[in-house]
């Protein structure tokens, strides 16, 4: 049978030194999970297991404390257990999306990184002087009038072509311009225009075979240009 309940059967009252404390602000939080028997034996359980591929899923109310609670659970498992070694990720020059892991002992992993910071460091520093010393210049400016002397041939090539074939070169801001000379005189677009049309064609078809080799030989300027900056 259902008995109702006052507001005195329904209220439980403690004892004035059950609390020892005035507010709750003193006291230490939890560290240990509280009537959660089954919880605690399977956390246990799932964390025997040392085969991949399984995991264990916490749920509960936020703001419960489960969180703080099966952290410092783990914490003291993990004292229990054989320290883990070290893992390091190194760059991979063979694949840049797939780093190299190193296993190294425990305790051995952050003094692998501070030994690399440092032989970066001094690499730095040793390239720097490399860089700015007399030895270095010399043989950088040796480098470079190697390239410019085989560019330097290029071009005198190509102008003995185009001489061949009855033009001159001249550089402008918008490029290489090839120029008919006519009987030692060159000429310009208003002289060229007032020529027979025979005669127009004919420079024309000789500016075409000149322009196929200039490509050939530009590409070569670029090739030497690249090999300079790579030096």
């Known amino acids: 049978m259902i008995k109702e309940l006052d507001y005195t059967q329904a209220r439980k009252t403690c ?26 034996k399977a956390l246990q359980f799932g964390l025997d297991i040392q085969e991949e591929g399984f995991n264990i899923y916490v749920a509960g109310l936020p703001g419960t404390g489960k969180k703080t609670a099966i952290i410092t659970f783990l914490e003291q ?42 032989f970066v460091a001094e690499t730095k520093k040793v390239l720097v002087a490399a860089f700015e010393s007399e030895d270095y210049a010399n043989r950088r400016e040796d480098s470079l009038k190697q390239y410019e002397e085989k560019k330097q041939e290029l071009m005198r090539q190509l102008n003995k072509k185009a001489q061949e074939a009855g033009f001159v070169l001249q550089r402008s801001q918008i490029g290489m311009l090839i120029v008919p000379v006519i009987n030692g005189q060159i000429i310009n677009e208003q002289q060229f225009n007032i020529l027979p049309q025979s005669v127009q064609d004919e420079i024309q078809g000789r500016r075409k075979a000149l322009q196929d080799g200039m490509r050939t030989a530009f590409r070569q300027f670029r090739d030497i240009d690249r090999e300079s900056e790579a030096s």
């Open 15 to 40: 004892p004035e030194n059950f609390i020892t404390c005035e507010a709750t602000s003193e006291l230490d939080p939890l560290t240990e999970i509280i009537g959660q028997h089954r919880a605690l």
């Open 77 to 118: 498992k993990a004292k229990t257990m054989p320290i883990p070694s070290d893992w390091c990720y190194v760059y991979n020059f063979e694949d840049s999306q797939k780093p190299n892991a190193l296993k190294l002992p425990a305790g051995k992993g952050l003094k692998f990184v501070k030994d690399m910071e440092k």
